[in-house]
């Protein structure tokens, strides 16, 4: 269990339903891969037509929204649309998401920051996604926002914890939640992810395009507890030769 | 931009009839970034197992940046007055027929029915006309339209830099200007009289949009009007050059293959379906991140069979014809013909059946107007 956004929660893996085939499945995910947290971007949210649900509707009442700002090229687009996304999902939770351009989907740290003290100060839970740059990462982390959300490796790659060397020492150096969003591609990043220290993980592609995103969500899930557990008992040191060791090595010294 | 297309001419005329081995080929499948002439060496493919292998790696590339989700739109045309001879069009100033223009409450009445249809992202569109169809006119029409739809676009006459501003600011977001040809010899001869004769004020015409604030762009050629491959290859470029210089905007390809509009004119190359398939498999490759939009000028049985592989919009339920939604009209009348003529319905089951998932809105109404 971890405290996050003023919510207790107990799993540390959240979701994205941007890339999803069906609506229908968060449901599923809710109850067989006991996420929490789903992120929903603002964009998406359209009223019930003769064709659609909203997803809104999809979202069970127990688990958590988090608007998500994506489409946002400026601090004042990032700020409107957390407006409106907090009319419309009553939620207080805003991932704020503004892509510096539309080839790498690089988020713009500048200009997250900007919004992030605007919305802050306007009362939101936020939670901004970064390049992982420490200096901003504690900026952020000044002006109070929940958590930070560095790229692991850039989005919908599933290259995993490719920026590893700069996630390390945000890790180390805020004292606020790190969930790393983006990039991961596989159970076994999320549990390196884990492993490093992050609090929780959040993934979108690599469960949406999956053949079976219910069943890829619970593996998900194994791995973050997995991941998690590791680091709550502590990684082991690698050497680079075997190390000899012994109970025998006094006697056998003579 | 037209610097950029004079160096991608050059190279393209290097490799123009360069077939590269099926070796050659599967190198460059699995590069992960591609240039200038690799794109037009799969553009030259022949090799069916070839173009498999680009299905493949186009799937992949489309689920991974997009997910697995089609985008639905529909156009709306309100004028087709034109001033403009192009040879091959049905709203050209050489053909004659019946021209009309909606007043404002004909639009609502258009307009609600698209939104009863479930439709949430609408593209307006006009002949060229600054008389009939002059950017008042059409500044009205949007700002009627950004009531009623989360995401407005335009696809009228290219216009000028502050118009565009005008409309950014009454919360227009996308832009769809189609070149026709980028090979000036042919442009010219096709387009005999009118404003449109002005190639280069066309082609920068997506610059001056982007510049102003518009979130969208998308460009392509009518194929058909001119040497196919080389036309699909400046398009891709064309698109590369927009999302380098405006690398916040969604900049998207589409590849209209011409079709009959009664004028009588006969197009100069014929586009299959196999040379049709393997653009669109180059362009998804080439620029994994760019969206692909196919109209309903395709038959119905060839959009489904792409949906899942690298579109990412479409439009469903299309009338070409003025004020074509609420009023039933002849569909002759119309700027091409239909070939996908299903209802919106029809279509968002048939995308369920695909195991994609339908999708209406694109965009925060509203936010546009910042």
């Known amino acids: 269990m971890f405290k996050i956004g003023g919510r207790i929660l107990k799993s540390r893996l959240f979701v994205g339903t941007g890339k999803l085939p069906d609506y229908s499945l968060i449901e599923k995910m809710y109850s067989e891969a006991k996420v929490e947290v789903f992120a929903v971007a ?27 700002t994506s489409g946002a090229m400026n601090h004042k687009e990032a700020v409107k649309i957390a407006q409106i996304g907090r009319e419309l999902t ?33 009362g939101f839970k936020v939670f901004p996604y970064i390049y992982p740059d420490l200096n901003i990462a504690k900026e952020l982390e000044q002006i109070g926002v929940e958590a930070v959300m560095p790229l692991g490796s850039p989005i919908g790659t599933n290259k995993g914890i490719g920026c590893e060397v700069l996630l390390k020492p945000i890790i180390n150096e805020v ?16 549990a390196h992810a884990m492993e490093l220290g992050a609090d929780a993980v959040l993934i979108n592609t690599a469960i949406a395009t999956s053949s079976d995103p219910v069943k890829m969500a619970v593996a998900f899930s194994k791995a973050v507890e997995a991941g998690r557990l590791a680091f709550e008992v502590g990684l082991l040191k690698e050497y680079e030769y075997a190390q000899a060791s012994s109970p025998l090595d006094e006697f056998i010294k003579g | 931009m037209m610097e950029y297309l004079k160096e991608a001419l050059e190279v393209y005329s290097q490799y123009e009839n360069y077939i590269p081995s099926f070796d050659e080929a599967r190198e460059i499948l699995i590069k992960e970034f591609l240039d200038k002439s690799d794109l037009v060496k799969l553009l030259n493919i022949e090799d069916e197992r070839l173009i498999r292998i680009m299905a493949k790696k186009a799937k992949k590339l489309t689920e991974a940046n997009f997910g697995k989700v089609i985008m639905l739109f529909a156009p709306l045309y309100i004028s087709n007055f034109c001033q403009n001879g192009c040879t091959y069009c049905g709203f050209s100033n050489l053909k004659n027929c019946p021209r009309e223009r909606l007043e404002r409450e004909q639009m609502e009445i258009e307009m609600k029915s698209l939104k009863d ?34 995401e407005v676009s335009i696809e009228v006459y290219p216009l000028l830099e502050n118009e565009y501003e005008e409309l950014a600011k009454i919360g227009v977001v996308g832009i769809t200007i189609y070149q026709e040809t980028y090979q000036k010899d042919d442009y010219e001869k096709l387009h005999l009289f009118g404003p449109k004769k002005d190639y280069e004020f066309r082609l920068l015409t997506p610059e001056r949009a982007l510049k102003t604030g518009f979130h969208e762009a998308c460009v392509g050629p009518l194929l058909g009007l001119s040497h196919p491959e080389k036309d699909a290859f400046c398009a891709i470029l064309h698109a590369e050059y927009l999302m380098n210089k405006f690398p916040k905007a969604e900049i998207s390809l589409s590849f209209p293959r011409f ?12 586009v299959s379906d196999k040379e049709y398939i393997k653009f669109l498999l180059a362009a998804r490759i080439y620029l994994p991140r760019v969206g692909i939009v196919i109209s309903t000028r395709e038959r119905a049985a060839l959009r489904d069979a792409l949906m899942d592989i690298c579109i990412t919009k479409m439009s469903a339920g299309s009338k070409t014809t003025v ?40 965009w925060v109404k509203g936010v546009g107007k910042l």
């Open chain 2, 259 to 270: 079709r009959d509009a009664n004028t009588g004119f006969k197009p100069s190359y014929l």
């Open chain 1, 42 to 68: 603002v964009r998406r949210i359209g009223p019930n037509t003769k064709h659609t649900k909203n997803v809104l509707e999809y979202i069970p009442k127990d688990a958590i929204t988090m608007v998500n």
């Open chain 2, 323 to 362: 004020g074509g939604y609420a009023t039933s009209k002849d569909e002759k009348l119309g700027q091409f013909e239909i070939d996908d003529s299903r209802s919106v319905s029809e279509i968002v089951n048939v995308i369920i059946q695909k195991g994609l998932r339908p999708e209406f809105t694109n």
């Open chain 1, 175 to 190: 004292k606020i939640p790190v969930i790393i969003d983006a990039g991961i591609g596989r159970p076994s990043h999320a």
């Open chain 2, 117 to 150: 249809e479930g439709i949430d992202s609408v593209i307006i569109l006009t002949g060229e006309d600054r008389v009939n169809s002059d950017f008042e006119y059409i500044k009205s029409a949007c700002s009627v339209a950004v009531d009623y739809f989360s």
């Open chain 1, 90 to 122: 009553s939620s207080d939770w805003v991932k704020v998401e503004i892509e510096k351009d539309t080839k790498y989907l690089f988020p713009d740290n500048y200009e997250t920051l900007k919004a992030c003290e605007i919305l802050v100060k306007e």
